[in-house]
């Protein structure tokens, strides 16, 4: 089982990028995947998560209508677009694969994910 994270960089205030998790070694099909981040000095905090089944998606406020996770199972990826990108955006950003919760405020919990890619730091200049 591997999670490999990828696509971060520098961007300034308003920009955009998209970050990208390949995963291998297994099937997603009673899993969640999530993107998670940690600011300097932070603890992790939830972004977004997705349902394998149903394709339900999840955001925290914070970035609703600005982050948009997807998936291609072609590629065995998982994306995260994020527009309107903002300073408080700068983060080292993870995804997890877990088993699918039973309650919608279990995704945010990082305890409910077993498998983490290695991370890929986002910084946004102001």
């Known amino acids: 089982v591997q999670l490999q994270a990828s696509g971060g960089g520098l961007v300034q205030a308003g920009g955009s990028l998209r970050l990208s998790c390949a995963y291998s070694?297994?099937?997603?099909?009673?899993?969640?995947v999530a993107w998670f981040r940690q600011p300097t000095g932070k603890e992790r905090e939830f972004v977004a998560a997705?349902?394998?089944?149903?394709?339900?998606?999840y955001y925290d406020d914070s970035v609703k209508d600005r982050f948009t996770i997807s998936r291609d199972t072609d590629l065995k990826t998982v994306f995260l677009q994020m527009n309107s990108l903002k300073p408080e955006d700068t983060a080292i950003y993870y995804c997890?694969?877990?088993?699918?919760?039973?309650?919608?405020?279990?995704?945010?919990?990082?305890?409910?994910?077993?498998?983490w890619g290695q991370g890929t730091q986002v910084t946004v200049s102001s």
């Open positions: 997890a694969v877990g088993p699918t919760p039973h309650q919608i405020n279990n995704y945010r919990q990082p305890e409910g994910y077993d498998y």
């Open positions: 070694g297994f099937t997603l099909d009673y899993y969640a």
């Open positions: 997705n349902r394998w089944i149903g394709g339900a998606t």
